[in-house]
DNA sequence: GAGTGGTCTAGACCACGAG
DNA sequence: TCGTGGTCTAGACCACTCT
């Protein structure tokens, strides 16, 4: 059964999203909430806490939650960003080649950020990704092969994300990344379309399980045109 | 007086932060902590929720929170991100230099990404920055006068943040924020020391009050090995 | 079975905004 | 003054982990 508190964020999400409660108008109040949920506050209050965290409301004391703008909102922003949520943003035709898939011993570089026993078996998988037949987008994943055991080049070329989630019940928890921007290497000049790029932007990711296991890590290369990142926060305290 | 979650929420971060706490351990439970504060255990979750979400904890069902590693988040993320965090992350000597201070009526662009009447009177603050000496950051800043009356070149060259949230009494409350990679214009080649780099990371970010107003419009120009960018997020849902 | 976190309830009092 | 959201309480029952 669905939690009553995540039931009533899906649908006033969907309410906002189809307009149906549109920007700048007031939500109904927490006890109308509640009387029409027939539930109590407290759990009407956490599904308005999770609304105003994904952008969608703005609470003012005294007067209500006032809907905000949702038009410039194309990214998950906050969420973990998959690539396929990624290219959604561009809007444009989008292709997935796996260029290589194989596995390794882990040593070295990889062990240690992988944190794990040298000689743990670990995938590592490549992929060149295409907007409207230009290959702009360069992925390199490690992964514990443990955790992961029957990942193919159709799954790869997919959303690894949804197989594991779906497929091997495996809960993804949270991620760090980090954002920079770095010279273009021999090997990323030669597999992508830079054009006349030198530089490429480089999106590090470390993806944890929800008991804190650290189980993949990421590379993913970027020309720069074609990078976009979209962010919404809040102010902390 | 300050609220009880909150003053939970402080006394463990900064047991976190100083390895009182380290990680992998766990936290006290919710039940110990709900006796040691004297208060009731939603309260106490309350706390945790906001450790959860800022990355020092994961809780986990039936074992309890485990302190997560705190090494890798020199930067507030996903916090509205203001010019002195993100130095502090480069552990560098800062300089501010403001190049530019004027007040103009609101028109066109400047207008409508502000979206107020033609004619307001705006803020036009242009700031660079430099690192080592070097100017690798140029900031153009819009905000409404209307809100802002005072500013100074004083306080543009600290932190406007401060003066608005500790003078004026004003409350940020969040911002939408794109990052994108862009050709330097001329304007930018000649104001910073970009030495062979012919692009530049950009920052484009709205901030708005708790009453939902857009205050403030801000164009971040980074060069780009001076640019970095670290997020720490959960999975929503 | 005992202890943990996850959800939910039905109240209470407070601070703030608007009329 | 009244209705709004913000905080807090003292319970309850459930799902999960560990032994």
Redesign the pocket.
Known sequence: ME???QAIYDLLAKEIQTEKIKAGQL?P????LTERFA?????V??ALQLLSQNGYIQ???????VVLEQDKLPLPVSGLTSFKELSRSMSQKVETCVTSLSCKKARGFIQQVLQCEEGTPIWELHRLRKLDGESVIYDKDFLLKELAPGITEEIAADSIYDYLEQELGLSISYAKKEVVVEEAQAEDKAIMDLGSYQQLVVVRSAVYLEDTTLFQYTESKHRPDKFRFVDFARRTK
């Open positions: 939690k009553k508190f939500l109040s927490e006890n109308e539930t109590s506050r407290e759990t209050r956490k609470k003012l004391q005294g007067k209500g939650s």
